[in-house]
């Protein structure tokens, strides 16, 4: 059994000691956000607790992660900046489909669309982003903005409000040394990040990695326990990759 392989596999890694990812991202450090300056934000949501962010990419589907499927319904939270109060510009719409990678495995393929039950009301504080161009490759040391409600540190309790900080995209050949089989160089990129000036945390994969203007990535991993070390480069699902697989399932769902 592939899965159970995968868990033992990381239990024995915890025993020795070893490199631990954690597949929840949130924001440490960095600054609150403008209000709704980042109108594709979703907060996806389970028994009215945030647990995952994600993308609108069109009025009917939000972009997110694959390991933030929950056995659970999840509604999607839309046009929210502080998710703790009842903001007149949110919006919340139960997910009607999950769709998953076929090929999720864990942590590899880390990529999932929300088909909502009823279409978003696009507006000033609602918006979907374009996503990235098929071949567009993003160079090392481009400085990147990561966004969320997650966690503000290791062990610190999630932000109400939206939170964003700055990471610059970092070699691959660098993030395969240090994370070896937990990076796949095809699928992922991954960032460098200053201690002080924080990012990604626990609490809130799925969210995205803005490169000019532009998500190039999803979050997905992190060191567990310690995401604001700066020694392990933050783990991002890359988007150009899956272009043909997320405009297959948004076709198919127009049928």
């Known amino acids: 059994n592939h899965k159970s392989d995968f868990l033992v596999f990381f239990v024995l890694f915890f025993s020795i000691n070893t490199i631990i990812p954690n597949i929840t991202s949130g924001i440490v450090g960095g ?51 502080n998710i703790s109060k009842t903001e ?53 040391n481009v400085k990147c903005v990561v966004a969320g409600w997650g966690r503000i540190g290791a062990k610190k309790p999630p932000s109400d409000v939206l939170k964003e900080a700055t990471e610059k995209i970092q070699f691959s050949h660098e993030c395969k040394n240090i994370w070896q089989k937990y990076f796949n160089t095809e699928h992922m990129i991954c960032t460098k990040f200053d201690k002080k000036k924080g990012g990604i945390c626990q609490g809130d994969s799925g969210g995205p990695l803005i490169c000019n203007s532009k998500p190039q990535g999803l979050t997905a991993l992190t060191l567990q326990d310690d995401c604001n070390n700066p020694k392990y480069p933050h783990i991002f699902t890359k988007l150009h990759f899956f272009l043909p697989w997320i405009k297959k399932i948004m076709q198919r769902s127009n049928c």
């Open 31 to 81: 600054k609150v956000s403008k209000p709704h300056s980042r109108p594709y934000m979703a907060s996806l949501q389970i028994q009215g607790q945030h647990t995952c962010g994600g993308i609108l990419i069109r009025e009917d589907f939000v972009l997110t992660v694959a390991h933030c499927k929950s056995p659970l319904p999840m509604t999607v939270v839309l046009g929210a900046h």
């Open 88 to 140: 007149k510009s949110q919006q919340w719409i139960q997910v009607a489909d999950y769709y998953p990678h076929p090929q999720y495995d864990e942590h590899d393929y880390d990529i999932m669309l929300l088909k909502l039950k009823n279409n978003a009301t696009l507006n000033k504080y609602v918006k979907a982003i374009g996503l990235p161009k098929k071949n567009g490759k993003i160079p090392a």
